[in-house]
């Protein structure tokens, strides 16, 4: 039997129960005082052991056992006459400060805080749109000269309006076609349709003073709202305005005038105050009508997007927005290719990209695309090149001054891109556009025409931005505000007033100081078209069969008597329609030759591959029979013989 050295505890007793009470009923129980008749804290039963010890007195503590008891002492007399010190002013705390509150900033692009546009902003609105309507509006069915790409936009909105066809020849997807729908929509409520302002390129033209007007009031509030000033707006209106490259070719019925209007509305539908669902929709829509009007836009898109990206960084519909906008910049592009696609003309024939052997079954839209990629010219700033024969003689100043300008933008805007933000968007936009002009590809003069009111934006915040420095400030003092007003509106009257821009006056060829051709009234360059198409009406059979330019298109072919068989020396050559079976490539089915000015250049350009050859014998073997020939501009007809 094992032993357990550890001691059991004895068993705990269990406790006794308590006697249960008895419950009484409600009615004999003692009633709970009110609460106003309950004794107060103090006067509550406190536990013994929790009720405070009474302190005793000094004089009643017991002495330390281990120290006698000391005498009082007399005080010292030192002591005794020491004065007492002065309290010391007890120091009251302040209340505390309210915090000041921070000012918001009076300019963010980011955030979309844009000043008010206010009572002189709207007079500086007013000014620049009644300047614009007079710099445009004036003789502008008179100069400059009817072109040719005028009489192709033309015609082609003629086919849609007469024909219900997107051109009157093979439409090989050389342009997108917005820009032609765009003019058939205006020409088709017109009362009198092409002719209601004397021909069909008047009409059209009229069309491009309202898109004009349009786009002076974009521009005015996009570079209020990029750089919060509206000196700078009203600079970059007066350039895009004024500017004699400007008037030239703003006044012209081009795809790139539609097209700027298009991507200056999307700009300012980025720059609302909020950027809400309607907004950003709005403003995809309007860049891709844009790509659509002419595929140069796309050099412009990525601006859009980084300027997408800062406005709705943060917002709680950033998702849906980056979403929805560029599904509706891609919608008008999606249709272009889809009405391809149905044509069966999206692809090449066996998907054969060769440039040397182009498709001869049907044409094709990439296959454009790609030729059009491929095609090059040289560079632009060689000393024959568009840069020193064309622009820089209309406008040097608005070039050179727009360039130094966008490289100071940019500069400032990669520097402080959060606060710099609107020099950003405007540097990047004018580079992007350069870039296509200098990259080498085929470059026509109307060209530039997207890049004047790029430049004139980044003319106009760069000056205002250099008024508003602070050394000014210093120097001037309170003359400062007079100052900045007072610099831009003198150079503006130098420029209008000094021959040697054009803006207002000019030399002429006598070298006299004379009125700009595009105001001189005087000079009325399209009656010498018109003198040459009434000489046709009376001396040429309307079964004549005849090679012209794209310009006097319109006229022998909608107004009575009718030239059906009269076609451009480009639609002669390139359609088999005409080439193969009305022309049959022989010059002697030639009657006459309408000669355009310079369309005798644009036959040798066109003739690389020997296309127009049988165009050019046609020439040798005739007579001219009519001339008009004024400073460079010479119009001429000849008569083949056979």
Not at 29 to 38: K, W
Not at 115 to 139: D, E, I, M, Q
């Given at each position: 039997?094992?032993?357990?050295?550890?001691?059991?505890?004895?068993?705990?007793?269990?406790?006794?129960?308590?006697?249960?009470?008895?419950?009484?009923?409600?009615?004999?129980?003692?009633?709970?005082?009110?609460?106003?008749?309950?004794?107060?804290?103090?006067?509550?039963?406190?536990?013994?052991?929790?009720?405070?010890?009474?302190?005793?007195?000094?004089?009643?503590?017991?002495?330390?056992?281990?120290?006698?008891?000391?005498?009082?002492?007399?005080?010292?007399?030192?002591?005794?006459?020491?004065?007492?010190?002065?309290?010391?002013?007890?120091?009251?705390?302040?209340?505390?400060?309210?915090?000041?509150?921070?000012r918001p900033p009076r300019l963010s692009v980011e955030r979309g805080i844009f000043?008010?546009?206010?009572?002189?902003?709207?007079?500086?609105?007013?000014?620049?749109?009644?300047?614009?309507?007079?710099?445009?509006?004036?003789?502008?069915?008179?100069?400059?000269?009817?072109?040719?790409?005028?009489?192709?936009?033309?015609?082609?909105?003629?086919?849609?309006?007469?024909?219900?066809?997107?051109?009157?020849?093979?439409?090989?997807?050389?342009?997108?076609?917005?820009?032609?729908?765009?003019?058939?929509?205006?020409?088709?409520?017109?009362?009198?349709?092409?002719?209601?302002?004397?021909?069909?390129?008047?009409?059209?033209?009229?069309?491009?003073?309202?898109?004009?007007?349009?786009?002076v009031v974009l521009l005015f509030e996009v570079t209020r709202r990029l750089s919060g000033s509206v000196l700078a707006a009203t600079i970059a209106a007066f350039f895009f305005n004024l500017s004699p490259i400007?008037?030239?070719?703003?006044?012209?019925?081009?795809?790139?005038?539609?097209?700027?209007?298009?991507?200056?509305?999307?700009?300012?539908?980025?720059?609302?105050?909020?950027?809400?669902?309607?907004?950003?929709?709005?403003?995809?829509?309007?860049?891709?009508?844009?790509?659509?009007?002419?595929?140069?836009?796309?050099f412009f898109a990525p601006t859009f997007m980084y300027l997408l990206y800062r406005r709705i960084q943060g917002s709680p519909s950033h998702r849906f927005t980056r979403t929805l906008w560029p599904f509706a910049a891609a919608a008008p592009v999606g249709a272009y290719v889809t009405y391809a696609l149905l044509k069966n003309e999206l692809m090449p024939s066996g998907l054969d990209f060769d440039l040397a052997n182009p498709p001869a079954d049907h044409v094709s839209l990439l296959y454009t695309l790609w030729w059009q990629i491929h095609r090059s010219q040289g560079s632009l700033l060689n000393h024959h090149g568009l840069l020193y024969t064309s622009w820089l003689p209309r406008d040097a100043f608005l070039l050179l001054a727009g360039m130094a300008a966008m490289v100071i933008s940019l500069w400032w805007g990669m520097r402080k891109k959060r606060r710099d933000l609107g020099f950003f968007v405007a540097g990047t936009l004018a580079f992007g556009y350069s870039f296509y002009l200098l990259r080498g590809s085929v470059v026509l003069d109307f060209y530039i025409t997207p890049l004047i009111p790029i430049f004139a934006?980044?003319?106009?915040?760069?000056?205002?931005?250099?008024?508003?420095?602070?050394?000014?400030?210093?120097?001037?003092?309170?003359?400062?505000?007079?100052?900045?007003?007072?610099?831009?509106?003198?150079?503006?009257?130098?420029?209008l007033a000094s021959p040697s821009t054009g803006y207002l006056l000019t030399v002429n060829t006598e070298g006299r100081v004379a009125v700009a051709d595009q105001y001189q009234s005087k000079l009325a360059l399209t009656h010498m078209q018109q003198a040459q198409i009434a000489w046709v009406r009376k001396h040429v059979s309307p079964k004549a069969r005849i090679i012209m330019d794209d310009d006097m298109w319109g006229e022998l072919h909608d107004v009575h008597p009718f030239y059906p068989y009269a076609h451009s020396h480009w639609n002669a050559s390139s359609d088999p329609a005409l080439r193969d079976k009305l022309f049959r490539k022989r010059w002697q089915n030639v009657d006459y030759i309408i000669m355009s000015n310079k369309m005798r250049n644009s036959i040798h350009r066109n003739n690389g591959d020997g296309r127009e050859n049988w165009i050019l014998a046609a020439l040798r073997n005739s007579e001219r029979v009519w001339a008009d020939i004024r400073g460079g501009i010479r119009l001429e007809i000849y008569r083949v013989n056979k």
């Open positions: 039997m094992s032993h357990d050295p550890t001691p059991q505890r004895p068993p705990r007793p269990e406790p006794a129960s308590r006697p249960e009470r008895p419950l009484r009923p409600r009615s004999e129980r003692p009633e709970r005082p009110e609460r106003s008749e309950r004794p107060e804290r103090s006067e509550r039963f406190v536990h013994p052991e929790r009720r405070p010890r009474p302190r005793p007195e000094r004089a009643d503590r017991p002495q330390r056992p281990d120290r006698p008891d000391r005498p009082d002492r007399p005080p010292r007399p030192e002591q005794a006459e020491r004065p007492q010190r002065p309290q010391r002013p007890v120091a009251v705390a302040e209340p505390p400060r309210r915090p000041r509150r921070r000043p008010k546009l206010g009572r002189n902003g709207r007079l500086a609105l007013l000014f620049s749109v009644l300047t614009g309507l007079l710099s445009h509006g004036y003789h502008l069915f008179r100069y400059p000269l009817y072109l040719t790409d005028e009489g192709i936009y033309m015609q082609r909105a003629w086919s849609l309006v007469r024909e219900t066809r997107l051109s009157p020849y093979t439409y090989d997807y050389d342009h997108a076609p917005a820009g032609w729908i765009t003019l058939a929509g205006w020409a088709f409520p017109l009362p009198k349709q092409f002719e209601t302002f004397g021909n069909a390129i008047n009409t059209g033209r009229f069309l491009m003073l309202l898109v004009h007007l349009g786009a400007a008037v030239y070719y703003q006044r012209q019925v081009l795809l790139d005038n539609l097209m700027m209007f298009w991507l200056l509305l999307a700009l300012y539908a980025l720059l609302r105050r909020e950027t809400t669902i309607r907004s950003a929709f709005a403003g995809g829509a309007a860049l891709g009508i844009a790509l659509i009007t002419k595929e140069n836009a796309l934006m980044n003319i106009g915040m760069v000056a205002d931005r250099l008024l508003k420095r602070p050394a000014l400030r210093r120097l001037l003092g309170r003359m400062s505000s007079k100052v900045r007003i007072a610099v831009p509106a003198m150079l503006g009257v130098l420029l």
